[in-house]
């Protein structure tokens, strides 16, 4: 008999107690029999077991794919950004080295859009998304890219452009060009000013919220339709995590909710002025929802977080004997690529661009397939040491990004077991609270 720790879990919601056996993906109402042939609340006997949980890949195939059907990819432009968001990403990495921070050149984005027409020959639509720093820090570059592409379409490609920025530089003239290229625009506001200021400030530490509502009443009212269509938003969800007021306050817009990644500044936040250890788990919460029979209302205004529970559908469909990659992780540079000020590709923009572990190329040379390699034996050697012990595995949402953080006994991974407990705590209310809910499940998509 072999023992397997904690690919059990006890769910304990307010309909009864259920069993998450992460082994075969069966959900089971814990009974008093079922309770006895517990070895303890996170553990339970299997003949001969063995959970595998790492990435086959086919470097062929991703050799194919990548070769000729990049279908997005995202421009770094500038390092440089005239914000000091204090949970951003690169606060302890880039802006502490602020001499190294680099602009893109004309030449070498000329090579990324070479590289991006070479490899895009079999896609009908290639994304290309325009990122900082502040990418309209280089407004001229954003023009260069759109024009350069257009003057070389030879054969009718579909390009579609996006950019993201904190909105504190879109004036009008810089909305008159966008609106006619129709380029979509992510803003990245955190909610009412309150909310949106304790992080969200310039690099003396002045608040951004007036600039950024300025503009955007600028847009909607000259530019309604683009403000309509083409503005959406993002949203960071950070310490003390009070997700309904933001929730509130972008009620009737399209808004993508991002949780801060638990840094240094976050730690010590924390714990200084809410009395907080990283390792409590409180300081998470599950959204607060009543998951019964709500109202059409209720519905539409907690319809992203209710998809985003419909993968807890899939709970049932056994998978014994089959290697599984963790759900955050991707196919690297198939979704999309990131491309570095000075010509590097990078796995994408969220990881670190100085890692050489994810350096997978250059817009000169072309992707470099052994990096690829190294990359995929390094994830699953970190998989196979803390990944395959875990009941929460299929439903994780660590990914490359976060890599260096997978600890099975680590902050980074309590959290996340926590954050899936909750969202199942939630799930099994709705589906036996709520009498819609297997319509409402068919009819609502994936968030």
Not at 204 to 224: E, H
């Amino acid at each position: 008999m072999n023992i397997i720790k904690d690919l059990c879990k006890i769910i304990d919601c307010n309909v009864s107690k259920f069993l998450y056996n992460g082994f075969d993906n069966t959900l089971t109402e814990l009974d008093s029999i079922l309770q006895k042939s517990l070895n303890d609340k996170n553990g339970i006997y299997f003949n001969e077991c063995l959970t595998n949980v790492f990435c086959e890949y086919d470097i062929d195939d991703i050799k194919l794919k990548l070769n000729n059907r990049l279908s997005h990819a995202v421009i770094g432009l500038t390092d440089n950004c005239n914000l000091r968001c204090k949970y951003c990403g690169y606060q302890d990495t880039r802006y502490k080295k602020s001499n190294s921070l680099k602009d893109m050149d004309e030449l070498t984005l000329k090579s990324a859009l070479d590289f991006i027409i070479s490899h895009s020959i079999d896609s009908y639509e290639t994304t290309i998304t325009f990122y900082g720093g502040e990418s309209l820090l280089r407004f001229d570059l954003i023009k260069f890219t759109i024009e350069y592409l257009e003057d070389k379409n030879y054969r009718g490609h579909k390009y579609d452009y996006h950019i993201t920025t904190n909105g504190t530089l879109l004036d009008l003239e810089v909305i008159n060009y966008l609106a006619s290229k129709d380029v979509k625009c992510a803003v990245s506001l955190d909610g009412p000013v309150f909310i949106n200021d304790r992080y969200r400030v310039y690099k003396g530490g002045n608040p951004s919220y007036v600039d950024v509502i300025k503009n955007l009443k600028n847009i909607a009212r000259f530019f309604p339709k683009y403000y309509e269509n083409n503005i959406d938003f993002q949203a960071v969800v950070s310490p003390p995590y009070d997700r309904s007021i933001p929730k509130d306050y972008f009620e009737k817009s399209r808004v993508r909710f991002i949780n801060v990644t638990i840094g240094d500044y976050f730690s010590k936040l924390l714990k200084n002025e809410y009395g907080l250890a990283l390792n409590g788990l409180e300081i998470k919460k599950a959204m607060p929802l009543y998951m019964g029979d709500m109202s059409k209302d209720e519905l539409i205004k907690n319809r992203v977080y209710i998809s985003s529970l419909k993968k807890y559908m899939n709970i049932g469909e056994k998978h014994i004997g089959n290697s599984i990659f963790p759900s955050g992780f991707c196919v690297p540079l198939v979704k999309r690529i990131f491309i570095t000020a000075d010509g590097k590709i990078v796995l994408c923009e969220r990881v670190d661009e100085d890692n050489p572990l994810f350096q997978l190329g250059d817009v000169a040379a072309g992707y470099d397939f052994e990096k690829i390699n190294l990359l995929y034996k390094n994830v699953n050697s970190i998989l196979a040491k803390n990944c395959n012990k875990c009941w929460a595995f299929r439903f994780c949402n660590a990914c490359f990004a976060s890599l260096n953080l997978v600890k099975y006994n680590g902050d980074f991974c309590k959290l996340i077991r926590y954050e899936i407990e909750q969202d199942l705590i939630n799930f099994l209310e709705f589906k036996f609270n709520n009498k819609r809910f297997v319509e409402i499940m068919q009819a609502i998509s994936i968030g």
